[in-house]
């Protein structure tokens, strides 16, 4: 008997950093029936941004079984196991490779699982690239209205099928509405790893935090950190907050805090970012928003996103008492939900997927927009970078292992990722700012 036909649905995700991990195991929980039981596989790409034991533990999402693949092994599995679904929360040219290995792997197989994939939260940069390599799967997950009607203009104005382009909502909202202010009244600034990128302006960041936190003894001012030095996540941190407060000297009432976001926004009375998608799950609890415009409303920023939300708004204003009121017509083409229709916001990926599982004859080949005939010059490198060829079979010499690497691989493996890391995050950086003297 298929696995469909079964009440437990087998679902499998592939990820390759800890953002994209709570992404797509929160988004397999949210397409499955209702009143189905779901067993969650996770893979982990292995790679720069490979998430640690503490990064998972933050995510707090639970998986029924989680390992650790290259590309090649991964794909050699989903040859040999039978699943359901298998949501691929990659970058962009990662699910690309991953479309054209499946494809070549499920060849001639009368079954195969429903392609999902999509992205972590706003897409406000290389909207065509990112779509066209995601071009593909079953489904291509669009988190709000709004993306739903950009993606299907891509794909239409390319001559791709736009089918599979499927509103939903950002699959990690949740938690109790804003109960009114705490005691004390809780600031938090959400940073994010590459946004800005710069010394100069991470530092001013870091600055006006701490001021506003002198200048009210009375609130608690929380930095919100993604990570920790030396740890990766789905951007490079090249100029850890935690380094540059150190040269600092801020008050009592000024707190560095890890931890998983939803928790964090339990106690906040004003969430402030430059362009962090934890302003969406912060509108979707209707907690006071604020989106910086310090340093420019810019593209490079992403805070140009924002634009018509009325959450824009300057350290200056902040310090000053100003209490944003969001555009309701503007949240409600971002996928926040805040009006409560959450609850049915993944209804329509559930029916196209039941659809899909139920097709007579099982599904077709999965057919990428990108082939070696539409982009010669472009397909190739992409599938190259996970030792796949331009036929989706493994390059000669691709890291491939039959069994589970032993304790002694195990060890090796871990020290050269912890000498990667240091050479990207510590070592690379200041090469090129000597390149720059």
């Known amino acids: 008997m298929p696995a469909s036909a079964t009440k437990t649905r087998r679902v499998a995700v592939l990820a390759d950093s800890d953002t994209r991990w709570k992404w797509g195991a929160l988004t397999a929980n949210r397409i499955s029936p209702e009143d189905s039981d779901i067993r969650l596989d996770g893979f982990l790409l292995r790679g720069r941004a490979t998430p640690t034991a503490r990064q998972l533990q933050e995510v707090g999402v639970h998986a029924d079984s989680l390992r650790e693949v290259?590309?090649?092994?991964?794909?050699?599995?989903?040859?040999?196991?039978?699943?359901?679904?298998?949501?691929?929360?990659?970058?962009?040219?990662?699910?690309?490779?991953?479309?054209h290995g499946l494809k070549r792997v499920w060849e001639g197989q009368p079954q195969r699982p429903v392609v999902v994939t999509g992205y972590v939260g706003v897409v406000y940069e290389k909207l065509a690239d990112g779509l066209l390599l995601r071009h593909g799967a079953d489904l291509v997950l669009a988190n709000s209205r709004q993306d739903a009607e950009r993606f299907c203009a891509v794909y239409d104005g390319v001559g791709?099928?736009?089918?599979?382009?499927?509103?939903?909502?950002?699959?990690?909202?949740?938690?109790?509405?804003?109960?009114?202010?705490?005691?004390?009244?809780?600031?938090?600034?959400?940073?994010?790893?590459?946004?800005?990128?710069?010394?100069?302006?991470?530092?001013?960041?870091?600055?006006?935090?701490?001021?506003?936190?002198?200048?009210?003894?009375?609130?608690?001012?929380?930095?919100?950190?993604?990570s920790k030095p030396g740890e990766h996540t789905t951007h490079i941190e090249e100029l850890p907050y935690q380094k540059l407060v150190q040269r600092l000297d801020p008050p009592a009432n000024f707190k560095l805090v890890y931890g998983n976001m939803g928790e964090v926004l339990d106690r906040t009375d004003l969430l402030v970012t430059i362009s962090s998608t934890a302003a969406l799950e912060s509108l979707h609890r209707r907690i006071p928003t604020v989106v910086l415009s310090d340093l420019g409303v810019r593209e490079v920023l992403g805070n140009h996103h924002f634009v018509g939300s009325g959450c824009l708004a300057s350290w200056d204003q902040l310090d000053d008492g100003h209490s944003p009121t969001p555009d309701e017509e503007w949240v409600s083409r971002q996928g926040v939900c805040a009006d409560g229709s959450y609850a049915t916001a993944f209804d329509a990926a559930r029916e196209r997927i039941a659809k899909l599982l139920e097709r007579p004859g099982g599904l077709p080949a999965l057919t990428p927009y990108y082939t070696p005939a539409t982009a010669p010059g472009y397909l190739p490198g992409i599938l190259a970078r996970h030792h796949l060829g331009p036929d989706g079979s493994p390059l000669p010499g691709a890291p491939a292992h039959d069994s589970e690497p032993g304790p002694v691989r195990q060890i090796v493996r871990r020290a050269a990722r912890g000498a990667y890391r240091h050479g990207v995050q510590r070592v690379a950086p200041v090469i090129r700012r000597m390149g720059e003297l």
Do not use: C
């Open 70 to 99: 290259s590309a090649v092994e991964f794909l050699r599995t989903m040859a040999q196991e039978s699943y359901d679904v298998l949501v691929l929360a990659l970058v962009g040219g990662g699910v690309q490779a991953m479309l």
């Open 160 to 226: 791709a099928d736009s089918s599979a382009v499927t509103e939903v909502a950002l699959p990690f909202l949740g938690g109790e509405p804003y109960p009114g202010e705490h005691d004390p009244y809780t600031v938090v600034f959400a940073a994010q790893p590459s946004v800005p990128d710069s010394r100069k302006d991470r530092t001013y960041l870091l600055n006006r935090l701490i001021q506003h936190a002198r200048k009210h003894p009375e609130r608690e001012v929380l930095l919100k950190l993604r």
